[in-house]
């Protein structure tokens, strides 16, 4: 089983940069795929990016492709979502999810993942 602990969220103005992090537990992280989720206000959860275990695999969002960025340090059990040129539909909680899963093509809809983490909030002003 894996606990996952999102941080670095934040108010921020459109324009500018964020890096989110998942912390995860327990010593098989590095067999896991991570995908990264938001949901507005008012929206269903919806898919950002995704990682394969080894990162060889990266899978992102027609929304935030060229902007975003999703890295994994499997040492340090945590997966990086670098999100520069932010706009205000941006603004979301953000989630990350975590599936045990070994190949280099992850899945990419919630219903697809076992773990996920409480949210962080990410709000861009305009």
């Known amino acids: 089983q894996v606990q996952l602990v999102e941080s670095g969220g934040g108010l921020v103005q459109a324009g500018g940069s964020l890096r989110l992090s998942c912390a995860a537990s327990?010593?098989?992280?590095?067999?896991?795929?991570v995908g990264w989720f938001r949901q507005a206000p008012g929206k269903e959860r919806e898919f950002v990016a995704a990682?394969?275990?080894?990162?060889?695999?990266?899978y992102y969002a027609d929304s935030v492709k060229g902007r975003f960025t999703i890295s994994r340090d499997n040492a340090k059990n945590t997966v990086y979502l670098q999100m520069n040129s932010l706009k205000p539909e941006d603004t979301a909680v953000y989630y990350c999810?975590?599936?045990?899963?070994?190949?280099?093509?992850?899945?990419?809809?919630?219903?697809?993942?076992?773990?996920w983490g409480q949210g962080t909030q990410v709000t861009v002003s305009s």
């Open positions: 999810a975590a599936k045990l899963w070994s190949q280099t093509l992850v899945p990419l809809t919630t219903n697809e993942y076992d773990y």
């Open positions: 327990g010593r098989t992280f590095s067999l896991y795929a």
């Open positions: 990682i394969s275990c080894r990162g060889g695999g990266t």
